[in-house]
């Protein structure tokens, strides 16, 4: 069974504090994700890579940044959470066609 | 300008009747849609999609009608049940991006009641 797995389903961070959430695919794709999903504002991109060492900037990049060094790996760093980053995380990977394979998602609470 | 709109935030339905969810549009350069189904504390997983080729795409309980000139989309089921009760996101690929990069509308939440 093909999975994303997001490494933690609940964080609670203290504003300021950086904090790193890891994202693992174990199907070979390239394309991986990182979404922010908050109640009526549905599912927002916040970083995209297509390739290993490869990013790109996706529609509210502010305050975040990237990290893929492995295939595999996707890592979303928040450099000094605050608590208007509060939400629900979500990363996604894909072959390259659009039938994306999200993660359970991760909870984080800034407090 | 490339958006997707779901303008109803919640929807409410009898089972065994048709919950009918709509998507709009704003660039006529959209070929491909998705809709995506999430559950609380779960990831979204792919429902059903369509490609501007056709204009009703069915699987099983689940039906999109696609409707270019109103750039219009619905999904359709029939019958609902308590399970399909969760959030629905309609979705389509960035125009001019990398590929496989979708935006999403803010999702409907569907509550079909017993």
């Known amino acids: 069974d093909v999975k994303v797995t997001q490494s933690s389903r609940y964080l609670v961070k203290r504003t300021g504090e950086k904090v790193f959430l890891e994202c693992v695919q174990d199907?070979?794709?390239?394309?991986m994700f990182w979404y922010r999903q908050d109640p009526g504002l549905g599912l927002r991109l916040i970083y995209f890579?297509?390739?290993?060492?490869?990013?790109e900037k996706g529609d509210i990049p502010e305050g975040y940044s990237v990290s893929r060094e492995k295939k595999e790996r996707f890592s979303l760093i928040l450099e000094s959470a605050s608590t208007n980053q509060t939400s629900m995380y979500l990363c996604?990977?894909?072959?390259?066609?659009?039938?994306?394979?999200f993660g359970s998602g991760t909870r984080l609470t800034v407090v | 300008d490339q958006q997707v709109k779901q303008n109803s935030p919640s929807l409410s339905v009898q089972e065994g009747r048709i919950s009918i969810l709509n998507c709009d549009y704003t660039n006529s350069m959209f070929d491909y849609f998705l809709w995506y189904k999430k559950y609380p504390a779960e990831g979204p997983t792919f429902l059903i999609s369509?490609?501007?080729?056709?204009d009703k795409n069915e699987d099983g309980r689940f039906t999109v009608f696609l409707n270019k000139s109103a750039k219009h989309l619905s999904l359709h089921i029939v019958p609902s049940q308590p399970g399909d009760s969760a959030v629905y996101f309609c979705a389509a690929p960035r125009l001019g991006g990398s590929q496989g990069n979708l935006i999403f509308g803010k999702g409907t939440k569907l509550s079909v009641k017993p």
């Open positions: 369509i490609s501007s080729i056709k």
């Open positions: 890579s297509y390739d290993v060492k490869m990013k």
């Open positions: 199907m070979d794709h390239e394309n």
């Open positions: 996604a990977s894909s072959s390259g066609d659009f039938g994306y394979t």
